[in-house]
Nanobody
Framework: QVPLVESGGGWVQSGGSLRLSCAASIPTFSNYNMAWFRQAPGKEREWVAHITSGGTTYYEESVKGRFTISRDNAKNTVYLAMSNLKPEDTAVYYC?????????????????WGQGTQVTASS
């Protein structure tokens, strides 16, 4: 098991900001790619962003320029800073990791997940 614990969700007005954190209990955290996914009510879980062990970042098109994924290997933590939040960003956000890096945007490739944290952006 790879415990992942998210925090930092909440309610904001449209245009507001939040920063999510994901603490990972992994001795070799720095070797893992880390990802954020989200799932809105009635929709499938979707990839939002991921960061490689080397620090390279990738974003889903709708969040580019508004979300920033980062990591602090000394704290075994990955972050998702979200700004200019929109109602369509409302979802439960999950951090995840996997040893299979063949398709980092594919939810099925991830086998370690956090419990999720709710983000609500109200218009």
């Amino acid at each position: 098991q790879v415990p992942l614990v998210e925090s930092g969700g909440g309610w904001v007005q449209s245009g507001g900001s939040l920063r999510l954190s994901c603490a990972a209990s992994i001795p070799t955290f720095s070797n893992y790619n880390m990802a954020w996914f989200r799932q809105a009510p009635g929709k499938e879980r979707e990839w939002v962003a991921h960061i490689t062990s080397g620090g390279t970042t990738y974003y889903e098109e709708s969040v580019k320029g508004r979300f920033t994924i980062s990591r602090d290997n000394a704290k075994n933590t990955v972050y998702l800073a979200m700004s200019n939040l929109k109602p369509e960003d409302t979802a439960v956000y999950y951090c995840a990791t996997t040893r299979d890096y063949s398709a980092p945007r594919d939810v099925l490739k991830y086998d370690y997940w956090g419990q999720g944290t709710q983000v609500t952006a109200s218009s």
